[in-house]
């Protein structure tokens, strides 16, 4: 049972391959929310319900792919004026210019990690406890040098 049609499938042969699966396992497919708020079931009996389902899942793989496609053209776009795309790392922000910038008090947050585990070989679950962070993040802060961080960031 899917709610709607676009979010259960990636692409119109894997909809049809999948649901022909069920069909044959004798497991049933209800899309909640597939036309006009109506629902669809029992495609295996109906020739229409199949074309309908088939044109339908069409549709909704090319409305995914001109998704990606407008997010990709975008992302594009800003890279090619230099703004930051994509997850910003701890330690940093984005600027009013969309710039990856330095944040300073995460730079010192940062520093004060490394400063106490260099000199107290404080474990990483303590720190991670200690400053509110991933115990992944503290260990990856711990062993990267700053300027990495930096160089890797682009700032």
Known sequence: MVAKLDRAFRSTQDAIAT?????????SFVCIDFLNGRPL???DDDPLARFTFTIFAGLAQFTR???AA??????EYKQSKGEWC?????????DEAGK?????EAMRVIAAIKRSRRRSRT?????????????GLVYKLCTTELR??????GV
């Open 19 to 27: 649901v022909e699966a069920w069909g044959r396992r004798d497991v």
């Open 41 to 43: 079931e029992q495609i």
């Open 65 to 67: 792919d001109m998704i």
């Open 70 to 75: 407008n997010t990709r053209r975008a992302l």
């Open 86 to 94: 994509g997850r910003v790392p701890f330690g940093f922000r984005i």
């Open 100 to 104: 990856l910038a330095e944040d300073p």
């Open 123 to 135: 474990s990483y679950p303590k720190l991670a406890r200690q400053y509110g962070l991933s115990v």
């Open 148 to 153: 990495v961080l930096r160089r890797e960031s």
